[in-house]
């Protein structure tokens, strides 16, 4: 059973071009509205090819130009992945700390109730060939996070597509077992797995997620974080999580 979490600590590309065209037909500008904007994010909607809005999240470093490019973190939010989850992830973990280091963050809600592992995950290739329009990532390539269910929904959409990513960090996360069958696409990303000590029902499957990817020959750490829970506190504002981001740039 998956735990749905809550942070109660309110801080604490690929469209296929179709149709016979002898040269592919370019993929739509891409249009976002600003919906609010609250504390340091902003929230946009965007609609997809198909109907589906999808609202967002967007941080950007200071002193942001838009003709630059930046390294561009998608970051997966926990329990619901409602916008209250994308906000306590974003001011938990990601959002003032990859603002100061010249990050763009990257944080959408799941479209009509349905997480990214559970249904959602359909929508990733055109959302990140629309974020990648609109915020050119460094290299060409997103570095990946996840919190509890984001966790999950990081390994269901790396290993999708793993050629969009350069690097992944989840706290905690673990593949559900189509997932784990498939982490041989993973073993050119580095992953880094973090559980709290107290979060047995989650260790298994990530030591067990962490076996199998060095097996595999893939760069995978996994750290139990001594007197943590669910929710890891003493990771909270990003220091450390953004220490490894970087190393991997």
Known sequence: MIKQITLGLALVIILAACGGAAEPTAVPPPTSELLRQVGMIDYYEMTLADGTAVTYGVVLPDNYEANETYPVLLALPPGPQTEDMVAAGVEGYWGAEGQKRGWVVISPVAPNGRLFFQGSES???E???RMAQLYPPEGGQFYLAGVSNGGISAFRIATAQPELFRAIVVLPGFPQSADFQQLDKLTGIPVSMFVGERDTQWI??????QAELTRLGGEATLEIVPNEGHVIQSLVGG???????ESHR
Do not use: N
Request: charged share 25%.
């Open 123 to 125: 929508i990733m290739p």
């Open 239 to 245: 220091e450390r999580l953004y220490d490894w981001l």
């Open 127 to 129: 959302f990140l060939e």
């Open 204 to 209: 298994q499957s990530m030591e067990a997620a």
